[in-house]
């Protein structure tokens, strides 16, 4: 099977848990083109990890900017007609590519293939078969992307509290007619850390979002307005 | 101690808000469904999650906008039915009610487009015997 593709992973601090997340891209039964690992400044062994890797294995590394300006950093380096994502702390199933090209070939208007998710504690070898629920992931570790479409969409913008910026990305993305789908089936495994957020939601990190749904909201006035003016015209 | 009829709080931490240069925006990271307020709503929208009564802030209404009494009253009802606000166990605000309403009538305006991106994003991340929220099956 020919799909050319590029995984961006933005890390930070990510030392613990990249060597996995990167292992499980290289098992994949469609092999990546290139893992462009970037560094946003971390204050730990995260750039060793990646360097001690070698092809297809590359770093970048930038002073710490976010999540966002990670994955932007990394959108720039890509020259394969895909595009994947994965964040440092979760890893892949070995048919996570394969599966999620098939949809793509099945669907030539497509711009975005997400997945199912399981989820595994933080110590735990990840046991995909393990019963326990199924997520709908729409995050960055599900997410496969032409990258002629995903360039149109401009950059991934960071929100307070390093939160939001998918949720926006994606949104930007659909305003300009982009279809994103799920894959049915559980393709990656997401990594939960115990004591993390415990049995709440951290409202201050949250605001990211509601800085996000905002600018959406003003998107969708502006996009009003324009379409009342034309009605004025005719 | 009794609850203090018509006090009402943000239902929080599933719902979080902010007013952005005067568009209150109101988020419920449980269901990922995220308001817009506008005329009066949001000024209203201030006053109760501040746990003024609902009857100090229809009285300051009727005094400035009589005619808007009545949407403003449906308006806390159309909040409380959101699951946006719920019955404070606090006391009231005692604080004087200092606002100029407008004579634009409150509006709320709901969006779902984004729903299952804001609930699948980390901010979801709790321990595994909670589990995240798991996420309600496409209609």
Known sequence: MTFSYSVVIPAFNAAATLDEAIRSILSQTVPPHVIIVVDDGSTDETAAVAL???????????????PGAATTAGFNRVTTPYVATLDSDDVWLPRKIEVQAQRFSADVDLVGVFSLARQFAEHETPAPHAPGPEYRLWTRTTMLLRTEAARQVGAFRDFPGRLGELV???????????????VEEVLAMRRVRAGSLSHSIDTARARGYLVAVHEAIRRKRARQACVDEEGVRQ | MPVEPNVYELNAPDVVSETFDGQAVILNLAT??????????????????????????LASVAAQQPHLVQQASALVAQLLSFGLIQESQQPSSQAAIDVSWTNAPPTIEAFEDLAELIAADPVHDVDLEAGWPVLRPQP
């Open chain 1, 52 to 66: 001690a890797f070698g092809p297809p294995v590359i770093l970048v590394q930038q002073h710490n900017q976010g």
């Open chain 2, 32 to 57: 990922g469904h995220y308001y817009s307020l506008g005329g009066i709503a949001g000024p209203l929208w201030n006053l109760l999650i501040g746990r003024h009564t609902t009857d100090a802030i």
């Open chain 1, 168 to 182: 926006d990305w994606l949104s930007r993305s659909r305003e300009l007619g982009h279809r994103h789908v799920i």
